[in-house]
């Protein structure tokens, strides 16, 4: 009986319907933004590829002093990536409020919302082991 009474809610918020957003900042996140996000995005996966490229390289040559030296710069880009998705998740809250969690892309946002926590935990312990604590 629980069972059919969850399945049914959860079948219920998977297809509300959205209101039409209006305002400059609705028009920006599903406008440009999108297109900046898929940018930011992209740039992230070719900086995560080269980064773990040179990383290889320097462990396959035996050199982990230059795997340490690089690795302030590499937080400091890695800071700037959550830092976006952070922000990115925020305004697509304040745009979409309660239906980012419900609706058509449900699971989608819930994920990108697990991986922009998971990737602040990441940034938050590297900051915490450069800084020695």
């Not at 039409?20 to 900042?25: C, H, I, K, V």
């Not at 920006?28 to 900046?36: K, L, M, Q, R, S």
């Not at 919302?113 to 990737?119: D, P």
Request: charged residues 20%; glycine residues 6%; hydrophobic residues 50%.
């Amino acid at each position: 009986r629980i069972r059919n009474w969850f399945l049914k809610m959860l079948h219920r918020f998977a297809h509300l319907q959205e209101p039409e957003r209006t305002g400059y900042l609705a028009w920006f996140v599903d406008g440009i933004f999108e297109h900046i996000s898929s940018l930011m995005i992209l740039l992230n996966v070719i900086f995560m590829v080269l980064a773990t490229d040179r990383d290889m390289e320097d462990l396959q040559g035996g050199d982990s002093s230059a795997f340490a030296g690089r690795r302030p710069l590499r937080n400091t880009v890695e800071t700037i990536f959550v830092s976006f998705y952070i922000v990115e998740l925020m305004v697509k809250i304040a745009v979409h409020k309660f239906f980012f969690f419900v609706g058509d892309h449900w699971g989608w946002n819930c994920f990108d919302t697990f991986l922009v926590f998971l990737s602040l935990q990441d940034a938050m312990t590297s900051l915490m082991e450069e800084s020695g604590g």
